[in-house]
């Protein structure tokens, strides 16, 4: 007979990685002046954000870098117009979590002309070492249901024949607003990323004497 049952395993751990996803966006009525005053909203970003808080810019990675029209519809002409171009870029930066960096970061945000939308992301470090962890608790309560179910019918596990698994991970993120914050510790004091739940789920099918 054979014993197909799901095992389920679970841990919370402490944020130790952050993530800034971050988007840059500007529209100018030119192309030339999209291509030319889109990447001074980034420079900016750089001089007084990054180096502000002494993070090396080469730490921030490119992953797209797009100028394209910008069009808007016209009720009275039923139709698309061309009202500019647009440049966009969306770059990302890894650093160790630390909230009092964070909450700086967010503050400078407020002097930048064209702050860019950041989104923080919180992650762990050792995320694999863990996730060896939670498969082993989940094998474990695969076998617990199977021995239950074994055990009901008058006979006993013989082996494990075959294993699937589908992972789980719910990653926290938080997008700032620019409220009216004058110093860090207003944000400091209020800001608590939620502990990050690694889950993973076994689909065994198990052999009985």
């Given at each position: 007979m054979e014993i197909i049952v799901n095992g389920i395993g679970s841990k919370y751990?402490?944020?130790?990685?952050?993530?800034m996803d971050i988007n840059f966006s500007l529209v100018d009525k030119s192309y030339e002046n999209a291509i030319a005053n889109g990447p001074k909203t980034v420079i900016e970003f750089i001089?007084?954000?990054?180096?502000?808080?002494?993070?090396?810019?080469?730490?921030?990675?490119?992953?797209?870098?797009?100028?394209?029209?910008?069009?808007?519809?016209?009720?009275?002409k039923r139709e698309y117009i061309l009202v500019g171009y647009k440049f966009s870029e969306n770059a990302h930066i890894t650093l160790d979590y630390d909230l009092y960096l964070i909450s700086k970061i967010i503050i400078d945000l407020k002097d930048l002309k064209n702050a860019p939308s950041i989104t923080f992301d919180f992650?762990?470090?050792?995320?694999?070492?863990?996730?060896?962890?939670?498969?082993?608790?989940?094998?474990?309560?695969?076998?617990s249901k199977a021995r239950a179910i074994a055990t009901a019918s008058g006979s006993e596990?013989?082996?494990?024949?075959?294993?699937?698994?589908?992972?789980?991970?719910?990653?926290?993120?938080?997008?700032?607003?620019?409220?009216?914050c004058s110093i860090s510790e207003?944000?400091?004091?209020?800001?608590?990323?939620?502990?990050?739940?690694?889950?993973?789920?076994?689909?065994?099918?198990?052999?009985?004497?």
């Open positions: 751990v402490t944020p130790d990685l952050v993530t001089d007084k954000v990054l180096l502000k808080n002494n993070i090396e810019k080469d730490k921030m990675k490119t992953r797209s870098f797009i100028v394209s029209e910008e069009k808007e519809y016209n009720e009275e992650k762990v470090k050792n995320e694999e070492k863990i996730r060896e962890s939670v498969l082993s608790l989940a094998y474990n309560d695969a076998l596990i013989k082996c494990c024949k075959k294993v699937t698994f589908n992972n789980e991970s719910d990653d926290y993120s938080y997008t700032p607003r620019l409220y009216n207003d944000i400091k004091n209020t800001f608590t990323p939620e502990d990050i739940e690694i889950k993973e789920i076994l689909y065994c099918t198990f052999e009985t004497n």
